[in-house]
């Protein structure tokens, strides 16, 4: 079976704290994502990456960074964390080889911004 | 609690009756296809997909149907439980670009006992 797994279920941080987000496929994938969940606008992409020390914005990488130096883990960075930033983080990954274009999702971070 | 679907539209169904969950695209060049469902506090969890040279695949339970002349698919659980209760999302993809998904804000389907 597939396993994502981000580092924290839940997370409180203050305003303009650094705020980093793991996730770890045991996959081999090549590709992984990085998304927000927010109510009423479904899941949006902030960065991919499609091989190790590649990034690519997603829709709204406004505030945000990533770091992919292994191919297994990809890190979602807040350089200065904002109220704005509260939400449900979702990390997934997927295969660019062969019908392999399902993303299998981890379980999801929970970061409240005070 | 789970913030996630407080705007979402909601589908109510009796245990062990059948749902369908209808899902518009936007893309027609989308030839990928998936229906995830999330419980709450969870991740999305992958249920079924479809290529867009089939109008019909089924799994468990589960069927999933394409009609790419309106765009429209569609999830159907039979004999729904309890255990069904979540939001259903479907997602679109162009195999040609990077396997990037865009996601449909989903509907939420309570069953009731």
């Known amino acids: 079976d597939v396993k994502v797994t981000q580092s924290s279920r839940y997370l409180v941080k203050r305003t303009g704290e650094k705020v980093f987000l793991e996730c770890v496929q045991d996959m081999d994938h090549e590709n992984m994502f990085w998304y927000r969940q927010d109510p009423g606008l479904g899941l949006r992409l902030i960065y991919f990456?499609?091989?190790?020390?590649?990034?690519e914005k997603g829709d709204i990488p406004e505030g945000y960074s990533v770091s992919r130096e292994k191919k297994e883990r990809f890190s979602l960075i807040l350089e200065s964390a904002s109220t704005n930033q509260t939400s449900m983080y979702l990390c997934?990954?997927?295969?660019?080889?062969?019908?392999?274009?399902?993303?299998?999702f981890g379980p999801g971070t929970r970061l409240l911004v005070l | 609690g789970e913030s996630v679907g407080l705007h979402l539209p909601t589908l109510s169904v009796q245990e062990g009756d059948n749902s369908i969950i209808n899902c518009a695209y936007s893309?027609?060049?989308?030839?990928?296809f998936i229906w995830y469902k999330q419980e709450s506090g969870k991740g999305p969890q992958f249920i079924i997909d479809i290529r867009s040279n089939m109008d019909k695949r089924q799994g468990q339970r589960v069927t999933v149907l394409l009609n790419k002349t309106v765009k429209h698919l569609s999830l159907q659980i039979a004999a729904t439980q309890p255990g069904d209760s979540a939001v259903y999302f479907c997602?679109?993809?162009?195999?040609?670009?990077?396997?990037?998904?865009?996601f449909g804000t989903g509907t939420r389907l309570q069953v009731t006992l």
């Open positions: 997602a679109e993809a162009n195999t040609g670009t990077a396997s990037k998904l865009t």
């Open positions: 893309n027609s060049a989308s030839d990928y």
């Open positions: 997934a990954s997927n295969s660019h080889t062969g019908n392999q274009e399902t993303q299998y």
């Open positions: 990456s499609y091989d190790v020390k590649m990034k």
